[in-house]
């Protein structure tokens, strides 16, 4: 009886830990998942930059602050990251990429 709990509690563990590992890259093979497809869809170099501000939070305003460019730009950077990601909004860039934008305060 014992060598059956026993079996079974291995199987339990098992089972979870590979949901774990499976459902839900580490932080360092997240980054590594992003870094492939920022290469795969041509992200630029300041896509990029604006992506970090974008699943830091800032608004479009804030971003544009913060590279010292203009508002017009930097929706013309994110018209292009939604074109080459295929999606509609910083909602669906961050779950592409396995992010998610804090929310606003």
């Given at each position: 009886?014992?060598?059956?709990?026993?079996?079974?509690?291995?199987?339990?563990?098992f089972?979870?830990?590979?949901?774990?590992?499976?459902?839900?890259?580490?932080?360092?093979?997240?980054?590594?998942?992003?870094?492939?497809?920022?290469?795969?869809?041509?992200?630029?170099?300041?896509?990029?930059?604006?992506?970090?501000?974008?699943?830091?939070?800032?608004?479009?305003?804030?971003?544009?602050?913060?590279?010292?460019?203009?508002l017009?730009?930097?929706?013309?950077?994110?018209?292009?990251?939604?074109?080459?990601?295929?999606?509609?909004?910083?909602m669906?860039?961050?779950?592409?990429?396995?992010?998610?934008?804090?929310?606003?305060?």
């Amino acid at each position: 009886m014992p060598g059956i709990l026993v079996s079974l509690l291995y199987i339990l563990v098992f089972a979870v830990a590979s949901t774990v590992v499976f459902t839900r890259p580490s932080g360092l093979r997240m980054e590594r998942l992003a870094e492939k497809l920022l290469e795969e869809k041509g992200i630029s170099g300041r896509e990029r930059e604006v992506l970090e501000l974008l699943f830091e939070g800032k608004t479009n305003q804030e971003i544009a602050d913060g590279l010292f460019i203009s508002l017009s730009t930097v929706k013309t950077h994110l018209s292009s990251i939604f074109n080459k990601t295929g999606t509609r909004n910083r909602m669906e860039v961050a779950r592409v990429f396995g992010r998610t934008p804090p929310p606003k305060v």
